[in-house]
């Protein structure tokens, strides 16, 4: 039989139990309401930085949000065009100038996303679809070697990107099942997207002249290319393009900037030909001497201002509304 000083002595115990039980729920509902006091700053944050220090994350999101709300024709009744590129779309064409020329004809608005290759602007393209987008022509700017390429850029374009294709991107890539579940953490967190271009403006905004450093110092002239081998890799995904713009009545037209050697663009001609698909090449490979680029891939500004014009000679003449 237990006696009463051995009951006396549990009671106690059971009650500190209930105490520190009752303290250790307080400590953890604590910690999760720091942390998310914490991501909450980090959103808010990093919108600042988006919005007062990145200029070109802020163009960025600009020209995706107007992209998002074209319609095939504008307010005064002229078709919409999209220019979607990467950097090559940036410094080939001079946008100003290329809009401001073509007003009449034509309401020009360009989306550029840096570091990009043919599938981070594939899932853009379809996610700017599906969402309602309309332009009446889409001008993919792309050069052979971006076309057959297979990098993206991660974690940054997931926050462009609907999550089905976050995980169709996955899957394609033979992704594991960490890096999608931190791809499709950035789609819906901008702090996470965007933590490292973030960082990229700080340091931009202490050493202005470093991206221009940094693009000098890694260029490195791409590999020749072959026929077949642009042909086996390109087609599937021109086929590819040309099936999402035709689900959606968009016209199509593939734009190859210039390059300072042979890049087999005849090739993807031949193939656009094959497919019914437009790809416009304004300035033969190896026609532009060497002094027009910046670093031998990328065009400087007078460079770009004889390629814009060739550009807006080709949109002019071409009629691609039947």
């Known amino acids: 039989m237990r006696s009463s000083i051995s009951n006396s002595e549990v009671a106690p115990s059971r009650a500190f139990e209930v105490i520190r039980g009752g303290k250790t729920q307080r400590s953890i509902w604590a910690i999760v309401l720091g942390l998310m006091l914490i991501a909450l700053a980090a959103e808010f944050l990093t919108s600042l930085a ?8 802020r163009r960025t999101q600009q020209e995706y949000s107007d992209a998002a709300k074209l319609k095939p024709f504008s307010a005064s009744g002229t078709p919409t065009v999209l220019l979607l590129g990467n950097s090559l779309l940036r410094d080939s064409i001079d946008y100003p100038v290329l809009r401001g020329a073509l007003s009449s004809e034509y309401d020009v608005h360009r989306l550029v996303f840096e570091q990009t290759e043919y599938i981070d602007q594939f899932y853009v393209l ?22 057959l390429g297979n990098e993206t850029r991660g974690e940054f374009m997931s926050r462009y990107m609907d999550a089905s294709d976050v995980a169709s991107l996955g899957r394609r890539l033979h992704l594991d099942a960490t890096t999608v579940s931190s791809l499709m953490f950035a789609h819906w967190s901008e702090w996470y997207a965007f933590r490292a271009d973030t960082r990229k403006a700080v340091l931009g905004a202490v050493l202005p002249n470093v991206r221009d450093l940094v693009t000098t110092l890694g260029w490195r002239r791409p590999a020749p290319l072959s026929a077949d081998e642009v ?10 393009l040309k099936t999402l713009c035709d689900q959606y009545h968009v016209q199509l037209t593939i734009l190859v900037p210039p ?10 001609v031949s193939l656009g030909e094959n497919i019914g698909l437009r790809v416009l090449i304004p300035e033969q490979p190896g026609a532009l001497n060497a002094d027009l680029f910046q670093d031998g891939f990328h065009l400087n500004e007078t460079g770009a201002a004889i390629f814009t014009g060739k550009v807006q000679s080709e949109l002019v003449t071409l009629n691609p509304w039947p």
């Open 126 to 147: 379809r996610t700017l679809l599906r969402n309602g987008a309309r332009p009446r022509e889409v001008v993919l700017c792309i050069s052979v070697n971006h076309l």
């Open 259 to 268: 390059a300072l050697s042979q890049d087999r663009s005849d090739v993807v």
């Open 50 to 57: 988006v919005n007062h220090v990145s200029k070109i994350l």
């Open 231 to 240: 042909r086996f890799k390109a087609e599937p995904r021109l086929r590819e």
